[in-house]
């Protein structure tokens, strides 16, 4: 009897475990939630600029439809799911893959889509650079048949805009095209059952040297050191041909290249390239776009056009050590000015024959669409929201009272405001000392404050505070109501022109 009670005792004691979020993962807290909410709205009211509309697909697919759909990096990153006893799942890896499927599904043959909703990777997080396991993407994608290009041009616009909007500072659209890279690499002597390895090699050039990617593919991939060195003359095009000072006079360099013109697929591939910058001359966003010949996203559905969006390098002073989220007490030191490169924000291109995979008859939907990586982008807001205030609340007036007794007439007013559609709070204590509720209003960004006390009652007046420059006025009960609204507009105007 002792002994069972002793493992009865020993099962109800309390296991020792560190609590934290899972490996790349995080919470986020109020200012956060705030900022991200911003963000999305400043994506969601560009989508609609657009016309687009919005689907939702579930968080996780059949494996069949993930597999083979993500390169030869891409596809080691996917997160399998424990089979339950029936069907062999995985979590998305992405959002495209099941719009396609989706397409393929319900014999969808044009729409204008976004979605925005988490995707999964197994990856190693690295959450200083806004890399998670768990994180949101936010996709944009017209799917028909069209005149050549003109969606591809419409995706690089909307890039633009959302970055523009954001004020995220200088960043560039690099360029480039499926069909060219597939001339390059059989002019090159690149064999086709290799294209894709060759591609996850070439894509890392933005990261790592070319010594070392070309290490990288005799050594380890066994292509022939004289295929790699013919390689490097196209790829690194950009860097090598100084005399190309824009993206169309590189590709007229290229041109005339009589082995690269010989190939039908480089050759077509620069037409597109020329026809799609010209298009982005006249939507207004040429100079932000960049011809890179080394941009070969590794993903195995692409078809035409490549694009993907880089933020160049964010600079931040920091006072403070830097505690990276989900790693409780792990702390690092930065350096006083600190270079914050947050890598790719954007990326996408054409798939036109992704949705065919899907289709019983094989029958494709040309696809074109751009997806933002948009945890990197609140990183960077967040950073730049570190030294201002972040309004958490939308809260807009607060019910305040100097003298005792006023519990009643604040529960009153606030009625009316609510009533009126104002945003509105009050102190739920019936006698807070008024610095409090200054102190609260100005840590919480609310504009206006209401001081209510029996003096100004009894003459049918309350007064209006400015928080931030703290002037008051007094105003008719009666005509409360329009008063506020009219000093929150001026509040709206001054706002707006304090972000030009």
């Not at 001339?183 to 894709?196: I, L, N, R, S, T």
Request: glycine share 6%; with cysteine; proline share 3%.
């Amino acid at each position: 009897m002792l002994e069972k009670k002793a493992l009865l005792a020993a099962d109800e004691a309390p296991t020792k475990f560190q609590l934290k979020v899972p490996k790349g993962t995080r919470d986020f807290g109020p200012k956060s939630m705030a900022i991200r909410e911003s963000v999305i709205k400043t994506v969601i009211d560009c989508f609609k600029r657009h016309g687009a509309e919005t689907i939702e697909t579930p968080v996780f697919e059949l494996k069949d439809v993930l597999l083979g759909k993500y390169g030869e990096e891409g596809g080691k990153l996917v997160f399998d799911l424990a089979d339950q006893g029936g069907e062999l799942l995985s979590m998305r890896y992405d959002l495209t893959v099941p719009f396609a499927r989706y397409l393929a599904m319900n014999k969808v043959a044009k729409m204008k889509r976004y979605q925005i909703a988490k995707v999964y990777r197994r990856d190693q997080p690295v959450m200083t650079r806004g890399r998670y396991r768990e994180f949101y993407q936010c996709d944009f994608d017209i799917a028909g048949q069209y005149d050549p290009l003109i969606p591809d041009a419409e995706c690089l616009k909307i890039v633009d805009e959302i970055l523009s909007s954001l004020g995220l500072g200088d960043f560039e659209m690099k360029l480039n095209h499926r069909l060219l890279l597939d001339g390059m690499f059989a002019v090159c002597g690149v064999e086709a059952a290799q294209f894709k390895t060759v591609c996850s090699s070439v894509d890392k050039l933005d990261k790592v040297e070319w010594a070392d990617i070309r290490n990288e593919l005799i050594k380890e991939k066994g292509i022939s050191a004289a295929v790699v060195d013919n390689l490097e003359e196209y790829v690194r095009a950009r860097e090598l041909r100084t005399s190309c000072s824009t993206s169309q006079q590189l590709i007229d360099s290229l041109k005339t290249d009589e082995r690269l013109m010989a190939n039908q697929s480089a050759k077509k591939g620069l037409e597109e390239l020329t026809t799609l910058i010209s298009y982005c001359e006249l939507f207004g966003i040429a100079e932000r776009v960049a011809f890179d010949p080394s941009l070969a996203r590794g993903l195995d559905y692409y078809t035409g056009s490549i694009f993907e969006t880089v933020v160049k390098d964010f600079s931040r002073r920091v006072s403070n050590h830097v505690v990276a989220p989900g790693k409780p007490g792990d702390t690092t030191e930065p350096t006083e000015d600190e270079n914050v490169g947050v890598g790719s924000v954007a990326a996408g291109g054409r798939y036109d024959k992704l949705v065919g995979m899907f289709d019983s008859k094989g029958a494709d939907v040309p696809c074109v669409g751009v997806s933002l990586g948009i945890e990197r982008i609140f990183s960077i807001m967040e950073l730049k929201a570190q030294l201002a205030t972040v309004r958490t609340s939308e809260t807009e007036v607060y019910v305040a009272s100097p003298t005792k007794g006023q519990l009643q007439d604040r529960m009153k007013l606030c009625r009316t405001l609510w009533d009126a559609n104002i945003k509105t709070e009050m102190p739920y204590k019936a006698n807070e000392k008024m610095l409090n509720q200054m102190q609260y209003c100005e840590q919480r960004g609310i504009p206006l404050a209401i001081i209510v006390a029996d003096s100004e009652l009894q003459r049918g007046v309350v007064k209006i505070r400015n928080v931030v420059s703290r002037q008051e006025e007094e105003v008719p009960l009666v005509e409360l109501v329009e008063a506020v609204r009219s000093r929150l507009l001026q509040w709206r105007i001054d706002d707006v022109r304090s972000q030009l």
